[in-house]
T-cell receptor
């Protein structure tokens, strides 16, 4: 059974500093997704990582995938308040039939 | 931009009653999913649906649950006899090819 673990579970950030969220998973997969969820809201797709070594960047967020280490990272550069949310990584099954989500990282950016 | 739409946004139901949650996936998507999220917890997979049949289901998706695509646009999740522990946010998602799953805004189900 695929297990997906994120850490940390909670991240209190200071503005303008850099932080990293880690996502480890237990079985081979080449498809990993990062989603953002604001309180009471739906899941917004941030990044799709489809191969080993994939790196995607959007604004202050950058995601990477190392399929050999079964590790993805979400790096936040110069945090700003607007980035406060919960971030989930999700790993796709080989058949693409389901996503297994990590436990989420709740991010709070303080001035 | 096309969206997955879910209705109702909030459903309150007595324990033991049947409930139907409705979803309209994005029109050119072929893969459909239901997930649930108990308050403050992670998102859990329930079921996937493709070509008018279930592709995969989780242990949560027992015989109290069913899905249906009654016409060309709607995708429904039915819970036959609700339990207190069914209280959660239920998300519908759809996907096309290798694109990420697009999620609806969810239905908050409260069982009394």
């Amino acid at each position: 059974e695929l297990k997906v673990e994120q850490n940390p579970l909670f991240l209190s950030m200071q503005e303008k500093k850099n932080y990293t969220i880690y996502c480890n998973y237990s079985t081979t997969s080449d498809r990993l997704y990062w989603y953002r969820q604001d309180p009471g809201k739906s899941l917004e797709s941030l990044f799709v990582l489809l191969s080993n070594g994939a790196v995607k960047q959007e604004g202050r967020l950058m995601a990477s995938l190392d399929t050999k280490a079964r590790l993805s990272t979400l790096h936040i550069t110069a945090a700003v308040h607007d980035l406060s949310a919960t971030y989930f990584c999700a790993v796709d099954s080989a058949a693409g039939n389901k996503l297994t989500f990590g436990g989420g990282t709740r991010v709070l950016v303080k001035p | 931009e096309p969206e997955v739409t879910q209705t109702p946004s909030h459903q309150v139901t007595q324990m033991g009653q049947e409930v139907i949650l409705r979803c309209v996936p994005i029109s050119n998507h072929l893969y459909f999913y239901w997930y649930r999220q108990i308050l403050g917890q992670k998102v859990e997979f329930l079921v996937s649906f493709y070509n008018n049949e279930i592709s995969e289901k989780s242990e949560i998706f027992d015989d109290q649950f069913s899905v249906e695509r009654p016409d060309g646009s709607n995708f429904t999740l039915k819970i036959r006899s609700t339990k207190l522990e069914d209280s959660a946010m239920y998300f519908c998602a759809s996907r096309r090819g290798d694109q990420p799953q697009h999620f609806g805004d969810g239905t908050r189900l409260s069982i009394l």
